[in-house]
């Protein structure tokens, strides 16, 4: 027995692979004629994922002032999360997508920019199809209860403690 309906789903840990994660359910959504919007909470700059999605015709929003601390432009990174969650909660409830991508929105509940029991409330009033892929590390519990399907990525061992910097096509 099977029943179709819209997902949530949470990609947190500390571990590198969440938004990579989160892009391989936009292609595989993409290469089934389905409606996808992503829109990222930190990042501000356009990235090879950006590239790539314009050239498939998905649409991508950088939405976010860069990788921050609290401290880092606290109003200005409040403001924007703020404003790209609007937008998001439109996109959401359009009806015009199939799977809206969160990217690194767990941020927003870090730095209470965001309420998670007001993010949690747009989901559970969403149109019934709709599939809702959030990342970030440190997703609250709530969330994760909420979630369909919570994946947690481990950091077993990575580049940049080797002195290897970012790398395009890699981190970005």
Do not use: C
Not at 5 to 15: A, E, H, Q, S, Y
Not at 33 to 52: C, P, W, Y
Not at 87 to 115: C, H, P, R
């Amino acid at each position: 027995m099977s029943r179709t309906k819209g997902l949530v789903i949470v990609n947190t840990g500390k571990g590198k692979g969440k938004t990579t994660a989160a892009l391989g359910l936009m292609f595989r959504a993409w290469g089934h004629d389905m409606k996808v919007v992503m829109l990222q909470f930190v990042k501000h700059s356009i990235v090879g994922e950006h590239r790539a999605a314009q050239r498939m015709g998905v649409e991508m929003v950088a939405g976010g002032a860069g990788l921050t601390f609290r401290g880092d432009n606290a109003e200005k990174n409040e403001q924007m999360a703020k404003e790209l969650w609007n937008v998001a909660t439109e996109k959401i409830n359009s009806g015009t997508y199939d799977m809206v991508i969160l990217d690194e929105l767990t941020y927003a509940f870090q730095y209470g920019w965001l309420e998670v029991d007001e993010v949690m409330d747009v989901l559970r009033h969403r149109p019934v199809k709709v599939h809702v892929i959030i990342t970030g590390r440190n997703a609250p519990q709530a969330l994760i209860n909420f979630a369909d399907t919570a994946v947690e990525i481990m950091d077993v061992k990575h580049h940049r403690r080797q002195g290897i910097k970012a790398q395009a096509g890699i981190e970005f």
